[in-house]
Protein backbone atom coordinates (compact mmCIF):
# COMPACT_ATOMS: atom_id res chain seq x y z
CA UNK A 1 0.00 0.00 0.00
CA UNK A 2 1.64 3.44 -1.22
CA UNK A 3 0.57 6.35 0.29
CA UNK A 4 -1.76 8.98 -0.76
CA UNK A 5 -1.10 11.18 -3.36
CA UNK A 6 -4.67 13.11 -4.91
CA UNK A 7 -6.41 12.80 -1.49
CA UNK A 8 -10.50 11.41 -0.91
CA UNK A 9 -13.69 12.38 -2.06
CA UNK A 10 -14.90 14.76 0.98
CA UNK A 11 -18.69 13.34 -0.22
CA UNK A 12 -17.92 9.53 -0.57
CA UNK A 13 -14.80 9.11 0.60
CA UNK A 14 -13.54 7.20 -2.65
CA UNK A 15 -9.84 7.15 -3.11
CA UNK A 16 -9.12 9.85 -5.96
CA UNK A 17 -5.26 8.29 -6.91
CA UNK A 18 -5.55 6.63 -9.95
CA UNK A 19 -3.19 4.43 -12.35
CA UNK A 20 0.44 5.06 -11.73
CA UNK A 21 1.50 7.95 -14.24
CA UNK A 22 4.69 5.63 -15.64
CA UNK A 23 2.37 2.61 -16.50
CA UNK A 24 1.01 4.39 -19.27
CA UNK A 25 4.16 4.93 -21.72
CA UNK A 26 4.95 1.81 -20.51
CA UNK A 27 2.02 -0.05 -21.43
CA UNK A 28 2.74 1.85 -25.05
CA UNK A 29 6.42 -0.10 -25.01
CA UNK A 30 8.36 2.87 -24.44
CA UNK A 31 11.59 1.49 -22.73
CA UNK A 32 11.98 3.11 -19.16
CA UNK A 33 14.08 5.85 -19.79
CA UNK A 34 10.99 6.87 -22.10
CA UNK A 35 8.97 6.58 -20.00
CA UNK A 36 10.60 8.21 -17.09
CA UNK A 37 10.98 11.39 -19.50
CA UNK A 38 7.22 11.07 -20.09
CA UNK A 39 5.98 10.85 -16.20
CA UNK A 40 8.67 13.75 -15.51
CA UNK A 41 6.57 15.97 -17.70
CA UNK A 42 3.30 15.85 -14.66
CA UNK A 43 3.17 17.74 -11.45
CA UNK A 44 4.57 16.03 -8.65
CA UNK A 45 7.34 14.39 -10.04
CA UNK A 46 9.79 15.35 -7.59
CA UNK A 47 8.04 14.31 -4.85
CA UNK A 48 6.87 10.97 -5.60
CA UNK A 49 8.86 9.69 -9.15
CA UNK A 50 8.36 6.38 -10.13
CA UNK A 51 5.43 6.20 -7.45
CA UNK A 52 3.53 8.83 -9.24
CA UNK A 53 -0.29 8.67 -10.11
CA UNK A 54 -3.28 10.60 -11.89
CA UNK A 55 -5.30 12.16 -10.21
CA UNK A 56 -9.18 10.64 -10.65
CA UNK A 57 -11.16 13.95 -9.61
CA UNK A 58 -12.27 15.54 -13.20
CA UNK A 59 -10.99 19.26 -13.05
CA UNK A 60 -14.01 21.90 -13.94
CA UNK A 61 -12.22 24.28 -15.45
CA UNK A 62 -14.24 28.09 -15.99
CA UNK A 63 -13.29 29.90 -18.73
CA UNK A 64 -14.27 33.10 -17.57
CA UNK A 65 -12.05 32.81 -14.63
CA UNK A 66 -9.13 30.88 -17.13
CA UNK A 67 -8.47 28.21 -14.53
CA UNK A 68 -9.70 25.07 -12.50
CA UNK A 69 -12.48 26.23 -10.03
CA UNK A 70 -13.42 22.42 -8.76
CA UNK A 71 -13.40 18.91 -9.07
CA UNK A 72 -15.41 16.43 -9.88
CA UNK A 73 -15.76 12.81 -7.84
CA UNK A 74 -15.82 9.96 -10.78
CA UNK A 75 -17.67 7.96 -7.98
CA UNK A 76 -20.46 9.93 -6.97
CA UNK A 77 -20.14 12.93 -9.35
CA UNK A 78 -20.40 15.31 -6.56
CA UNK A 79 -18.20 18.90 -7.39
CA UNK A 80 -15.79 20.01 -4.33
ZN1 LIG B 1 -17.31 11.05 -4.34
Redesign the pocket.
Known amino acids: MSENIHGF ?1 P ?2 N ?1 NLDGELIIDYPLSQGKTMEEAIAYASMYSGWNTHKENNRWGRAIGIYSIDKDRTVCHR ?1 P ?2 E ?1 TF
Do not use: S, V
Open positions: CHCACDCK
